[in-house]
């Protein structure tokens, strides 16, 4: 409801906090986002691997954001994880290891990945 600003993503910040050039990070985000438009577009199903972080899937309408628990620890703790995933089950069907072959993540079995 209502209004949402979007903000420009801040490609200088991301080349300080990377050590990468500003119009090498500009032309990565680009070239990714245009990549996946053209996918999405096709109907392709696909993966974003973020790196240290978890995947984003997109298979025909639906989205999902599954994390790493390695990044979900470093972020809330192992105990803390460990009682969020007794309260609430459903949150560990969004938590998966880094070594999980992405395929066997979907759906389908087929999908694109973006690294």
Do not use: H, W
């Not at 991301?14 to 500003?22: H, K, M, N, P, W």
């Not at 989205?63 to 995933?85: D, P, Q, R």
């Amino acid at each position: 409801p209502g209004n949402k600003e979007v903000e420009p993503l801040k490609y200088a910040k991301v080349a300080r906090a990377t050590s990468v050039s500003r119009q090498k990070v500009e032309g990565c985000i680009q070239g990714t986002i245009s990549l996946l438009s053209y996918c999405l577009g096709k109907g392709e199903n696909i993966a974003l691997v973020l790196r240290d972080v978890g995947m984003l899937l997109i298979e025909g309408r639906r989205v999902t954001m599954k994390y790493f628990s390695i990044f979900l620890e470093k972020i809330s703790g192992k105990k803390n994880l460990e009682i969020a995933g007794f309260k609430v089950p459903q949150l560990m069907d969004m938590v998966v290891s880094q070594g999980v072959p992405v395929a066997s993540l979907t759906f389908s079995g087929r999908v694109i990945v973006f690294p």
